[in-house]
């Protein structure tokens, strides 16, 4: 459409103006860098899954490796090899020559010209007759080249080749030791030809200075040409080449199919493990032959049928388990039902009765409506024991849920001495769920709250940010003690196996709170701390299958953060004081150097926790308990707190194991 950008555009726009602002190129650096990488992410994610290629490419690797230095080995020793053999055909031959030029400068010289005795003219012809007596004994094999100190001009003194060769190209070194004594040397060179039909070859330069017929010193060299052998030495390293390709490629192919043979049943059983794992306990390894494999094979499959057994077992002992709750408590019904309307008749007949009769059927009503209650919660967990808990979910608004909650809450928080406070309630708080299963859980909360607060008051904070709403049920009463935090949503499980249940619970409330929580797809979770009270959060999806990233409402609260903050810096200042006390009855002394600064003690922070942990699915649900210091006592709860505030309150992600020292975490 006109008037748009697309989106790199947009990202490169947006990494000019942070390069602007403090930042240059980091944005687009990054994007670049994302771009390389996503090409390469197949590949290295196929490296890291395939053990077959890994173990493969490592052995073409290696073999390139050793086949690379054999050839750097045998290709060294063939050319020294080469070279020795050509040195001493060179020196041998040399030698001839020179002693060939020596007993030519020796013999008498003969006339130039017919009937002339020009002595230079037969000098100059003698150096020419020798070069090409020389050169005729190998044609082609090595060329002659004679040389004088003052060979720059022209006449008897000038250069005498064979063969074209470039007299320049004997090295300069070589002239300056063959010039310094007269023995033999010899240099490696580049023949260059005086005439461009010939390229340039490698040859071997050996030379000596000599006399000529007048008694004057000159050079004389003889020159082999290398090409012959440069030709062998290429053939050995393309032969070297082609058999370490061939070499390479049959060692990547018979690492292949050696580490197949191992890969595959690996490959295999890690299959059939993961379809065990899913719960296809019927599926085994095919085993052939005699070998280790095949004995892990076996191994494996016993192990599988071992575990079919057992898993077999404990399922028809949990199936037979969860049959007789559930015909145990409908079995009971009916008995129960006779005895519940003998124990009415009873009761309102009581006041016929005399004192002890009277409050013996009081007794009996009250035992019995516990019972009920307890048959209702086994029947319940048996439901979700047998997965047939069903979640009957639609848009409800939790404020309405918690007032009724707090008006059936109301008269045994009269006998308490407690006040139920609610904060929060201003907004709406939607989220879709059971009506039903919300209520049981947050009365589970409130009256568990109100029965262990010791008369004190009991806030019940609810908020809704981000897609999570949350109910928090919050008490300044014993609180949880070191230990219990893991215990705390078990069932049967009382804080105190002495404390009479005044209100008649189960020790399954909770642990039905819990699973109506992970029925919703949310967390229930638990904090306190010893004499400073407890906090028991709900948290809610907004919508149905949506996952929970955090809670609006810290798990940990506010009032307890702030009370330890103050008793930690109660502690710092107390330890000044001592010091300063401790230092005061100490002569002044003047320190060599200044004392090295305290620093100060952080303040306690929650942590975040790593993402993908969904606390409902641990066991306890994400309970915690903070251990109090010595002599510290918990602030009481203010009377009174104003309204909330009307911003929407952050999301606060789990918190982890290392918040702080002294606590710990249990589900």
């Not at 028991?536 to 330890?564: C, H, K």
Request: glycine share 10%.
């Amino acid at each position: 459409m006109p008037g748009t950008r697309p989106a790199w555009l947009g990202r490169l726009l947006r990494g000019r103006r942070a390069g602007q602002d403090g930042e240059p190129g980091r944005l687009l650096l990054r994007i670049v860098m994302r771009w390389v990488r996503r090409p390469l992410l197949p590949a290295v994610r196929l490296w890291r899954r395939n053990i077959q290629l890994r173990i493969v490419v490592m052995t073409l690797l290696m073999s390139v490796g050793v086949v690379v230095l054999l050839g750097f080995v045998v290709v060294g020793q063939v050319r020294n090899g080469l070279l020795e053999a050509k040195i001493k055909a060179a020196q041998s031959q040399a030698a001839g020559g020179f002693q060939v030029a020596r007993e030519a400068a020796n013999a008498p010289l003969a006339p130039d010209v017919p009937g002339g005795t020009d002595g230079q003219a037969a000098t100059r012809s003698w150096r020419t007759d020798l070069v090409e007596r020389l050169a005729s004994g190998g044609q082609g094999a090595f060329h002659v080249v004679a040389l004088s100190a003052d060979d720059a001009g022209a006449g008897s003194r000038a250069p005498r080749t064979s063969g074209e060769v470039n007299p320049a190209s004997i090295p300069e070194k070589l002239r300056i030791d063959v010039q310094r004594d007269s023995r033999t040397h010899r240099a490696y060179m580049s023949i260059g030809y005086t005439k461009d039909i010939r390229t340039a070859e490698p040859g071997l330069a050996v030379g000596t200075q000599l006399n000529d017929a007048d008694d004057k010193p000159y050079e004389l060299y003889y020159v082999f040409p290398l090409a012959q052998e440069q030709q062998s030495l290429n053939l050995v390293r393309g032969t070297l080449a082609t058999a370490g390709l061939f070499l390479v490629v049959l060692l990547g192919a018979i690492a292949w199919l050696v580490v197949r043979q191992i890969v595959t049943p690996v490959r295999m059983a890690a299959g059939i493990a993961e379809r065990l794992s899913a719960g296809r306990l019927q599926e085994r390894m095919k085993v052939t032959g005699e070998d280790d494999i095949a004995r892990l094979g076996e191994a494996f499959n016993k192990m599988a049928q071992n575990l079919q057994l057992k898993i077999q077992q404990l399922e028809e002992l949990s199936r037979m388990q969860r049959r007789f709750v559930s015909d145990v408590s409908h079995e009971l019904r009916t008995p129960l039902t006779t005895v519940r309307m003998a124990a009415d008749v009873i009761h309102e007949a009581r006041s016929d009765f005399d004192p002890v009769t009277a409050r013996s059927a009081e007794l009996l009503g009250d035992q019995l409506d516990r019972f009920e209650s307890l048959l209702s919660d086994l029947l319940e967990i048996s439901r979700f024991d047998a997965g047939a808990a069903a979640l009957e979910a639609e848009p409800i608004d939790l404020r309405e849920v918690v007032r009724r909650v707090i008006g059936g809450a109301e008269p045994l928080a009269e006998r308490k001495g407690s006040r139920i406070r609610v904060l929060g309630d201003d907004q709406p708080v939607v989220a879709e769920a059971d009506a039903r299963r919300v209520e049981r859980v947050l009365r589970n909360l409130v009256v568990n709250a109100v029965e262990h607060g010791e008369g004190r008051d009991v806030v019940v904070r609810m908020a809704a940010a981000g897609g999570a709403v949350a109910v928090a049920v919050r008490d300044y009463g014993v609180g949880l003690k070191p230990g219990e935090a893991t215990r705390v949503f078990n069932r049967f499980w009382r804080a105190d196996p002495a404390r009479a249940r005044t209100t008649g619970g189960t020790g399954l409330g909770l642990s039905i709170a819990v699973e109506d929580a992970r029925l919703h797809g949310g967390w229930l979770q638990a904090w306190g701390e010893p004499g400073g009270g407890s906090q028991f959060r709900l948290t809610l999806p907004r919508t149905a299958d949506e996952p929970l990233r955090g809670s609006p409402i810290p798990l940990e609260p506010e009032d307890s953060r702030q009370n330890r903050e103050r008793a930690a810096t109660r502690r710092q200042q107390d330890g000044n004081a001592k010091g300063g006390r401790l230092l005061a009855s100490v002569p002044v002394q003047h320190p060599t150097r200044p004392p090295l600064p305290v620093p100060p003690r952080p303040s306690a922070a929650p942590a975040v926790a790593p993402r993908g942990v969904d606390p409902a699915a641990l066991p306890g649900s994400g309970a915690r308990v903070v251990a109090r210091g010595a002599g510290e006592r918990p602030d009481d709860p203010p009377a009174a707190e104003g309204p909330p505030d009307c911003s929407p309150p952050a999301v606060h992600p789990e918190p982890s194991a290392s918040d702080q020292e002294d606590t710990i975490r249990g589900r």
